[in-house]
Nanobody, 118 residues
Framework: QVQLVESGGGLVQAGGSLRLSCTASGIPFTIYNMAWYRQAPGKQRELVARISAGGSTNYADFVKGRFTISREDAKNTIYLQMNSLKPEDTAVYYC????????????WGKGTLVTVSS
């Protein structure tokens, strides 16, 4: 059974930092591209950052220079270091895993809430 479990969300003041983690089980982690998405109240889910199985990264424009995605294959875990947080970063953050060669093998975590107060 595939599980993606996010942690690290919480309440932080604007300008502060948080680090999210997502640990995967039930998949061969090293052949999965991983990503963080977020969904704010009343808005559609959007891509925040992606890291490939090989370690290449890309970011949404609205987080460039503030957020860093990384992966630790030995722990089946990805991270999202979030700095200089803004109230508009408030959202539920979701972890996503997509098989390197089969896009139909696509899994989601249940999300972790990040709230940034002004």
């Amino acid at each position: 059974q595939v599980q993606l479990v996010e942690s690290g969300g919480g309440l932080v003041q604007a300008g502060g930092s948080l680090r999210l983690s997502c640990t995967a089980s039930g998949i061969p982690f090293t052949i999965y591209n991983m990503a963080w998405y977020r969904q704010a109240p009343g808005k559609q889910r959007e891509l925040v950052a992606r890291i490939s199985a090989g370690g290449s990264t890309n970011y949404a424009d609205f987080v460039k220079g503030r957020f860093t995605i990384s992966r630790e294959d030995a722990k089946n875990t990805i991270y999202l270091q979030m700095n200089s947080l803004k109230p508009e970063d408030t959202a539920v953050y979701y972890c996503n895993a997509v098989h390197l060669y089969r896009s139909d093998m696509d899994y989601w975590g249940k999300g972790t809430l990040v709230t940034v107060s002004s």
